[in-house]
């Protein structure tokens, strides 16, 4: 029996975040042992009427292709793919992580090498989204290696997860649907607006120049959970859009790598300084595999206030209630920002007071919206 959680995540993801239809050819992909929630997705677009199919995507075919390849394996894209993300209407991933470290042996140039290869899919996947002509969603499916990761047991993380999502309540579409209508007054208020500031006592300061770019309101349409406001800097700006140093409070992880104390200074919207405590080397192998790998592609406020706690999982930790994030390398074409890159690389910085070494501020245009880790602004999102 399926259980009836997993049954409601189904029920949302194919009818509210992907808005699945008709005569819709949806892929749903994942690893085997997301099999019950695969099987409810499948189940969940046949009633509607679409053609969705399975994509089974098992973590060990990684390893024996980062361990086996050869450099002209490593770049190589498969014009099925290609045909693929060119075709589908809807696209639903799922992560399902048994072993979260399998890549940290794997050298990074490798795994560089890789990801630059496959720009041109990640490209054409963004700008059909953009152009409205692919609905995606991505989530996550509970796992003992997840659990792990988030020092919960298996129990306690589904629990997370469920609750991030709002699936504990009676009716989470419309709780979602109340959750946007409270996020576009942020973004109401950002769109057309032109510098955000963000201030820590950490050290942050980072001037990001927004001017001209488009903000998104992402209320689970997309990722799964959801809460977040976000848009890319203007690069095109005299002032290169991104200026300051950024002090990051999480580990960010990327391909099962776990990257420490992490300190980006950028001029001109590129990184020109990077240093880390912990796999320093990775993370300048991820910034220099190709021209845009350095460059800010986004750069976003967390607004999910139901998530409290950091789980070593940026699809929950950047959705933090009181959080920034900016994510290096590729951005989202819907934004303004045009960047490519085969990076996209989200890492969070904590503003709440209550946390170590926390509290800080959001500033845009000189007025400060965000305090502590709280807006000021009555109806946003966390507050009153």
């Not at 098992?58 to 490593?74: K, W």
């Not at 639903?92 to 794997?106: C, D, F, P, R, Y």
């Not at 976000?230 to 790598?257: I, K, M």
């Not at 200074?265 to 080397?281: L, M």
């Amino acid at each position: 029996m399926t259980d009836p959680a997993l049954e409601k995540l189904a029920r949302v993801l194919v009818a509210y975040s992907t808005r699945v239809k008709k005569g819709d050819l949806v892929r749903v992909s994942g690893d085997p042992v997301a099999l019950p929630l695969l099987e409810a997705i499948y189940e969940q677009a046949l009633r509607i009427g679409a053609h969705p199919y399975i994509k089974l995507t098992p973590a060990t075919l990684q390893d024996i292709f980062f361990e086996v390849a050869d450099d002209a394996q490593l770049q190589y894209v498969s014009p099925l793919l290609m045909h693929e993300v060119q075709t589908i209407d809807v696209s639903i991933g799922l992560w399902a992580e048994t072993n979260t470290k399998s890549l940290s042996m794997v050298d990074p140039t490798r795994q560089g090498m890789a990801s630059a290869a496959r720009k041109p899919v990640f490209k054409i996947f963004m700008e059909r989204a953009e152009k409205k002509e692919l609905r995606w969603s991505g989530t996550v499916y509970p796992t003992e290696a997840s659990a792990q990761d988030a020092e919960m047991s298996l129990r306690q993380y589904r629990q997370f997860v469920y609750r991030a999502g709002y699936l504990d309540l009676p009716d989470s579409v419309a709780k979602w649907q109340e959750i946007e209508q409270r996020q576009q007054k942020v973004v109401d208020y950002l769109q057309g607006k032109k510098q955000v500031r963000f201030q820590t006592p950490s050290g942050t300061d980072l001037m990001v120049n927004v001017d001209g770019m488009t903000w998104i309101n992402c209320c689970g349409h997309e990722n799964f959970p959801d809460g977040e406001v976000f848009t890319g800097p203007n690069l095109d700006a005299d002032d290169g859009g991104v200026n300051g140093v950024v002090r990051y409070s999480f580990p960010a992880v990327h391909n099962g790598r776990e990257v420490d104390d992490i300190e980006l200074t950028f001029e001109k919207g590129r990184v020109t300084n990077a240093r880390a405590s912990k796999n320093q080397d990775f993370l300048l192998a991820m910034l220099d595999q190709d021209e845009g790998a350095r460059n800010l592609g986004e750069i976003a406020i967390g607004t999910n206030y139901s998530i409290t706690q950091y789980s070593k999982n940026t699809l929950f930790d950047e959705k933090i209630g009181g959080t920034f994030h900016a994510a290096v390398g590729a951005g989202y074409p819907e934004t303004g920002n045009t960047n490519e890159s085969g990076l996209h690389w989200d890492m969070v910085c904590d503003l709440r007071s209550e946390t170590e070494g926390g509290g800080g501020t959001i500033t845009v245009d000189g007025e400060v919206i965000s305090r502590d880790g709280k807006f000021v602004v009555n109806g946003w999102p966390g507050a009153e």
